[in-house]
């Protein structure tokens, strides 16, 4: 290996460029995909309905409101608004699979994710 004067490696930076190289010209000549949004060539969702928590509160609006005026046929799904006691049974049931999202306070996002907030769920 070389070392360039700036004390970098002369291989790295050459592998470097060429894969840049390379990975443009795939793209502009149609050889790799440019957008991974189509698996196995089809638009379809992969879910038809979805189950999507909340505690009702006046921020849960959207999905409450989303569900009732059927906004989501339009993409070809079906929302099913769950109604939960509490940001804990939210989590709860995300964790376990019942529920496939939530709308939900940051301080369950931080709390399911493992982090520690200075607040609670």
Same mark, same amino acid.
């Given at each position: 290996?070389? +070392?360039?004067?700036?004390? @970098?490696?002369?291989?790295?930076?050459? =592998?470097?460029?060429?894969?840049?190289?390379?990975?443009?010209?795939? !793209?502009?000549? $149609? %050889? !790799?995909? /440019?957008?991974?949004? =189509?698996?196995?060539?089809?638009?379809?969702?992969?879910?038809?309905?979805?189950? %999507?928590?909340? /505690?009702?509160?006046?921020? *849960?609006?959207? /999905?409450? %409101? !989303?569900?009732?005026?059927? =906004? +989501?046929?339009?993409? $070809? %799904?079906?929302?099913?608004?769950? &109604?939960?006691?509490? #940001?804990?049974?939210? &989590?709860?049931?995300?964790?376990?699979?019942?529920?496939?999202?939530?709308?939900?306070?940051?301080?369950? @996002? #931080? !709390?399911?994710? $493992?982090? &520690?907030? @200075? #607040? &609670? *769920?």
């Amino acid at each position: 290996m070389q +070392d360039h004067p700036d004390g @970098t490696d002369s291989e790295r930076r050459d =592998f470097l460029r060429d894969s840049l190289a390379l990975g443009s010209a795939a !793209a502009v000549s $149609g %050889i !790799a995909p /440019v957008s991974a949004a =189509f698996a196995a060539g089809s638009d379809a969702p992969e879910k038809k309905e979805l189950r %999507i928590g909340y /505690v009702p509160l006046s921020d *849960c609006a959207s /999905v409450v %409101i !989303a569900a009732a005026r059927s =906004f +989501d046929s339009k993409y $070809g %799904i079906r929302i099913i608004p769950s &109604r939960e006691a509490s #940001w804990a049974s939210v &989590r709860d049931k995300l964790a376990s699979g019942e529920l496939d999202a939530a709308h939900s306070s940051m301080a369950c @996002t #931080w !709390a399911s994710a $493992g982090r &520690r907030p @200075t #607040w &609670r *769920c």
